[in-house]
C-alpha cells in the first residue's frame, strides 16, 4: 500500500515557475514508477510526465515538454514536478500516482495509487 500526499500548488502569473512536491508513504516507493497527471475542470484526467523507479529515464506530455522535468528522491520518498513558464492553460488540479508496472505507463489507468491533488492555477 502507497499513501501520496501532493504540495506546492498554489496561483501565479503566466511566465513563473513552481515545484510540485508528492511525499509517497511506505517501503518499497522505490520500486514504483512515478507520474503526474491534471486534471482541468470539465476536462478528463491527462497525463504529464512520468519516471522509472531508478530516475534513469522519464517521458513527457508534448505540451509540457522542454517546460517541466520530474524527478525523484527514493531516499526522501518524494518526487517532484518542476515546473517552468507556465501558461494559463497549465491551469489544472494536479495528481501525483504510483504504478507498479516498470515502464514509462502513460494510461491513468496503469497506475495503482494516486494522492488527492493540488490546484495550480495561472493568471494571464
Known amino acids: 500500500q502507497v499513501q501520496l500526499v501532493e504540495s506546492g500548488g498554489g496561483l501565479v502569473q503566466a511566465g513563473d515557475s513552481l515545484r510540485l512536491s508528492c511525499a509517497a508513504s511506505?517501503?518499497?516507493?522505490?520500486?514504483?514508477?512515478m507520474g503526474w497527471f491534471r486534471q482541468a475542470p470539465g476536462k478528463e484526467r491527462n497525463f504529464v510526465a512520468v519516471?522509472?523507479?531508478?530516475?534513469?529515464?522519464?517521458s513527457y506530455a508534448d505540451s509540457v515538454k522542454g517546460r517541466f522535468t520530474i524527478s525523484r528522491d527514493n531516499a526522501k520518498n518524494t518526487v517532484y514536478l518542476q515546473m517552468n513558464s507556465l501558461k494559463p492553460e497549465d491551469t489544472a488540479v494536479y495528481y501525483c500516482?504510483?504504478?507498479?508496472?516498470?515502464?514509462?505507463?502513460?494510461?491513468?489507468?496503469?497506475?495503482?495509487?494516486w494522492g488527492q491533488g493540488t490546484q495550480v492555477t495561472v493568471s494571464s
Open positions: 500516482a504510483a504504478s507498479q508496472r516498470a515502464s514509462l505507463v502513460i494510461s491513468p489507468g496503469q497506475f495503482n495509487y
Open positions: 511506505g517501503r518499497t516507493f522505490s520500486s514504483y514508477t
Open positions: 519516471i522509472r523507479w531508478s530516475g534513469s529515464s522519464a
